[in-house]
C-alpha cells in the first residue's frame, strides 16, 4: 500500500518551464510528491489561483522576483503555509532590515545607513558617513540591479536620482561601506550548509548575475559560528547567505531567500532532492499538526 501523496504548490516565473523546474517535477514524481506549478508571471484568474492552492499541503516559492510577495501574503490569507513565510521573505529581503536583524544578533556586517528621501539631508548623512567610495542600494531588489558605487557626496545624489527616475518611484535607498572581495555563498536546506562557492568577477561586483567563476571553499569554525547565527537570527529553511572579507574577518553581506542551484551543475540535482525531501517533511508535520488540533 503506497502512502497518500504530498501536494505541493509550486510557485515559478517564466515563459516556460526550465531546467531546474523541470528537474523539480521529475524528482518530485520519485517522491511520491505531486507538485503543482504555478506561474507567476502568467495571468491567473484568483478563483483559479484558490482552487488550486485549496489542493496544496503546502506551497514552496522557487522565484525571487520581488512582486511574488504579494502572492505569498495572498496565499497565507487562504490559510495555506508557504516555505519560507511573509514575514521572514520580507525582512530578509528588505537590505536595511536585515542590518538591523544583524546588529541585533551581533552578527558582522558592513556599515550601512539609511538615506533620507531628502536630498539635501542624504548628501550630510554621506558626509557624516564618510566612508569613500561608498556602494548605494535599494532596499529591495535583485541580481545586482540598483547597486551602484559613488565617489563622492555629488556622484551619490546623482546615482540615486537614476534610481528613482528608472523604478518610477522612491524605494528607500541605503550607503555601505565597499569592501573589495569575492562574494562567498553559502546554501543552506532545513538550516544546514549543504553548499559552498565562491563567487568572483572582473569587476566590482561579485553578487547576482555579476559572478562570472565559482570554486567551493572550507568552513572554518569562526564562520561556522556566524553562519549558525545567521540562521537562528533569520530563521529561513532555504536560503543563501553571502558574505565577504575584510583584513581576512567575515563579514555578512546579505541572505537570499530563494538561492541559486546553479552555481556547480553536477550538485544542481542533490540540492533539489533535499529541497523536496524537506518539503515533503514539511508536509507531514503539517499534518500531523493539523490531526493533533482535530482530536
Known amino acids: 500500500m503506497t502512502s497518500k501523496k504530498s501536494v505541493i504548490g509550486f510557485l515559478y516565473s ?28 502568467k495571468r491567473i484568474d484568483e478563483k483559479e489561483f484558490r482552487e488550486q492552492i485549496k489542493k496544496c499541503d503546502l506551497i514552496y516559492n522557487n522565484t525571487a522576483e520581488d512582486f511574488v510577495i504579494e502572492y505569498i501574503k495572498t496565499i497565507e490569507e487562504f490559510g495555506k503555509k508557504v516555505i519560507d513565510n511573509s514575514r521572514l521573505y520580507y525582512y530578509t529581503e528588505d537590505k536595511w532590515m536585515f542590518y538591523v536583524k544583524c546588529q541585533e544578533h551581533n552578527i558582522p556586517t558592513i556599515n550601512t545607513i539609511l538615506l533620507s528621501e531628502n536630498l539635501n539631508i542624504a548628501k550630510k548623512e554621506l558626509e557624516d558617513f564618510n566612508h569613500w567610495p561608498v556602494v548605494l542600494k535599494r532596499v529591495v531588489g535583485t541580481m545586482g540591479e540598483y547597486v551602484e558605487k559613488a565617489e563622492n557626496p ?110 556547480f551543475e553536477n550538485e544542481r540535482e542533490k540540492l533539489v532532492d533535499l529541497t523536496l525531501n524537506f518539503l515533503k517533511q514539511a508536509c507531514i508535520n503539517q499534518k500531523n499538526k493539523k490531526a493533533h488540533y482535530k482530536k
Open 14 to 41: 517564466g515563459k516556460n518551464l526550465g531546467k531546474e523546474e523541470k528537474m523539480f517535477l521529475e524528482l518530485a514524481k520519485k517522491k511520491n510528491i505531486e507538485l503543482i506549478p504555478i506561474n507567476i508571471f
Open 154 to 263: 555629488e556622484q551619490a545624489v546623482r546615482v540615486i536620482k537614476k534610481f528613482w527616475k528608472k523604478g518610477s518611484e522612491k524605494i528607500p535607498i541605503i550607503a555601505q561601506e565597499m569592501v573589495l572581495s569575492p562574494s562567498y555563498r553559502i546554501t543552506i536546506i532545513n538550516k544546514k550548509i549543504v553548499q559552498t562557492a565562491i563567487k568572483t568577477s572582473k569587476t566590482w561586483k561579485a553578487t547576482g548575475v555579476h559572478g562570472k567563476t565559482f570554486k567551493k571553499f572550507k568552513i572554518d569554525s569562526d564562520l561556522k559560528k556566524i553562519v549558525d547565527k545567521v540562521v537562528k537570527a533569520v530563521k529561513i529553511n532555504i536560503c543563501g547567505i553571502d558574505l565577504l572579507k575584510k583584513d581576512g574577518k567575515w563579514l555578512v553581506l546579505e541572505v537570499n531567500s530563494e538561492p541559486a542551484f546553479d552555481f
